[in-house]
């Protein structure tokens, strides 16, 4: 394997001459595996780098390419620098700090995994598909357990009158239906990220992927199909003959980090509408001339689809204020941090 089947570009920046660069494959606890195109190395940031870094998005995340010191006689590296990322996917860290959580780097395609048992939810895919398009890479929806599924066709066109112009695909993983369209996706050097919530068999389709049983796989509960989480980290996997596949653990709750640039991309049907109304601060609830809520009333709009705009439209805003008071509190005490490092050497 060479660094450009890991899917090396020249856009991640130049390397430098004293180091070599690497893919990080995982991450746990701030141990990273790394893999520079010949082999497989543990790293570690280096104290300098940990120093400096004032948040948890400036460490490593897998898919991240880094620049690395490798340590003599050894299968260990020292990572230096995280080079510019070309497209990532962010969500609120869980826990009560405001904190952005990288789960996945320099992605070519988001595959959001959906199933189409009792889990299926429209709703929860507008939002998925939110984030998947602030990622910068490229969506693909993938309808799994289509051996459950006694109404498709409803479904499909369910997807289909939210999901504009991206690509959709119904797969059984179990029995192999589907997935040679998928892997076909997936080219030498490309990169996918898995995203959905838990029990959508997204542990299931990366087997079916990878002709292989790597991630275990656990059954849902009886009622309404949800699932426990398989997956317990991020993982990159390399396809044969293919290119690679990010594993996520499956998420309950998506809280959104960010996504207001892509609000209107996502909810493009009611940007639309919201054009033809007869005034440009419209709110789309009483006023006259209103193009959204005639649409609702003529039944070209479901009105759930307005009410899921809206809640999003606010958790995006109430995420802003969030982060302006965190990044104040961080910006603090890193020069509380600074001051006191050159206090203690000015009185030395």
């Not at 690395?68 to 700090?97: C, D, M, N, T, Y």
């Not at 119904?170 to 919530?197: A, C, F, Q």
Request: charged fraction near 30%; glycine fraction near 6%; include cysteine.
């Amino acid at each position: 394997m060479n660094i450009e089947q890991l899917g090396w570009r020249e856009e991640y920046g130049i390397i430098e001459d004293q180091y070599e660069v690497a893919r990080v494959i995982s991450e746990q606890r701030k141990l990273y595996k790394l893999h520079n195109g010949d082999s497989e190395l543990v790293g570690e940031v280096s104290g300098k780098f940990e120093f400096e870094a004032k948040m948890k998005s400036e460490f490593p995340a897998v898919g991240d390419w880094v620049l690395i010191e490798k340590l003599a006689s050894e299968q260990k590296a020292i990572i230096k620098k995280v080079l510019p990322r070309i497209s990532q996917f962010s969500r609120q860290a869980a826990g009560g700090k405001t904190e952005e959580q990288i789960v996945a780097a320099n992605i070519d395609f988001v595959f959001i995994v959906m199933a189409l048992n009792n889990d299926f939810n429209i709703r929860r895919l507008e939002r998925y598909l939110l984030v998947a398009y602030e990622s910068g890479a490229n969506p693909i929806i993938i309808l799994t357990k289509k051996d459950l599924c006694l109404d498709l066709d409803e479904k499909l066109q369910l997807v289909d009158e939210i999901a504009f112009g991206v690509p959709i695909y119904s797969v059984n993983s179990l029995d192999g239906e589907g997935i040679s369209e998928i892997r076909d996706l997936i080219t030498e050097g490309k990169t996918v990220s898995l995203l959905g919530s838990s029990g959508v068999g997204k542990s299931t389709l990366l087997n079916a992927l990878l002709g292989d049983q790597i991630q275990i796989t656990q059954g849902v509960r009886e009622g309404d199909d949800r699932g426990k989480h398989t997956t317990t980290h991020r993982q990159l996997f390399f396809l044969p003959d293919h290119g690679m596949v990010i594993d996520t653990p499956g998420m309950r709750e998506l809280q959104l980090w960010s996504g207001e640039n892509h609000l209107d991309s996502t909810f493009s049907d009611i940007d639309e509408l919201a054009n033809q109304c007869k005034f440009s601060d419209c709110q789309h609830k009483n006023e006259p001339g209103c193009a959204v809520q005639k649409a609702i009333e003529e039944n070209r709009l479901d009105a759930q689809r307005l009410t899921s705009y809206r809640k999003l439209q606010r958790e995006l805003a109430y995420a802003e204020r969030k982060q302006d008071a965190s990044l104040a509190r961080v910006q603090k005490e890193k020069w509380k941090k600074v001051h006191k490092l050159m206090n203690s050497k000015q009185y030395k």
